[in-house]
């Protein structure tokens, strides 16, 4: 799940990276939170690659776009549970996806790309590149656990290498990028940060201005709507009061 406090956030002055400022976000202490699904945070980095220009990381076709959207796909049942015990139980409060355990993560990184090599023999490449690359971030944990994951992984995607057509290892490697960056601008927009922020595969800057964003320099063909769903913590008693809502967001 991505945490979206419901809190005033004083915008900082300064630049910070965006995973910092989405890290912020998911710690923040707060009574009422929005709820994101992994499933609908990939959903809006799959839209927002589709709309890439192709001179940052090559063509993002229909494909390699939906392969995102599926990405954290394996999260569903986890968040399903979640839902279920904060409507069972308003004092709760809502687990961000960087709570998980590694063994949850895993599981839930396994059927994420096991439902993109359903799709696409590409679609598991990519995604099981993307998580073999975030497992170096998470070194510091269950070394074991990890180190099994990775020789896992590493032996999928040979496999599924041979029935992938693009033949350049360095353009299946800027679509790694393309999903990489596109799953961080999800997750920073879906945690509904202030923060302007940097990221570093494109150099690119998010400015916050209210609720304006100015991306620097523009990595879209055109200027566009995108938007997430999100539910309410705890769901307001009222019947008339909105348990849920969709986030627009002009970029």
């Known amino acids: 799940m991505v945490i979206f406090p419901i ?3 004083a915008p900082a002055k300064e630049l910070v990276g965006a995973w910092q400022a989405v890290q912020e976000r998911e710690q923040q202490a707060s009574s009422e939170f929005w ?14 690659a589709a709309a890439l220009t192709d001179d940052l990381f090559g063509s993002v076709d229909a ?7 599926l990405h954290d796909a394996g999260w569903s049942m986890d968040d ?6 904060l409507r069972a139980d308003p004092k709760l409060k809502p687990r961000s996806f960087l709570d998980a355990s590694v063994e949850e993560f895993l599981v839930a990184w396994k059927k994420s790309i096991d439902t993109a090599e359903k799709f ?6 990519l995604v099981s590149r993307h998580f073999e690359r975030l497992s170096e971030r998470d070194a510091e944990k269950d070394r074991e656990a990890l180190a099994h994951f990775l020789s896992q ?26 999903l990489q960056f596109c799953d961080l601008l999800s997750l920073y ?26 991306l620097e320099p523009f990595p879209f063909r055109e200027h566009r709507q995108f938007s997430f769903s999100a539910m309410r913590h705890p769901a307001e008693l009222d019947k008339k009061a909105k348990s849920g809502a969709i986030f627009y967001i002009n970029l």
Do not use: N, W
């Open 80 to 85: 399903a549970d979640q839902i279920h015990q």
């Open 120 to 125: 696409a023999p590409i679609g598991g490449y």
């Open 35 to 48: 709820m994101v699904t992994q499933p609908a945070h990939a959903a809006l980095a799959g839209d927002l």
């Open 7 to 9: 809190t005033g956030e």
């Open 153 to 178: 992984e590493k032996q999928r995607q040979k496999k599924l290498r041979s029935r992938i057509s693009l033949v350049e290892e360095q353009a299946l490697e800027r679509l790694v990028d393309a």
């Open 63 to 69: 494909t390699i776009s939906r392969s995102i959207a």
């Open 189 to 214: 927009l879906c945690s509904g940060s202030k923060r302007s922020v940097t990221f570093d595969k494109p150099a690119l800057t998010v400015k916050r201005a209210g609720d304006e964003y100015q």
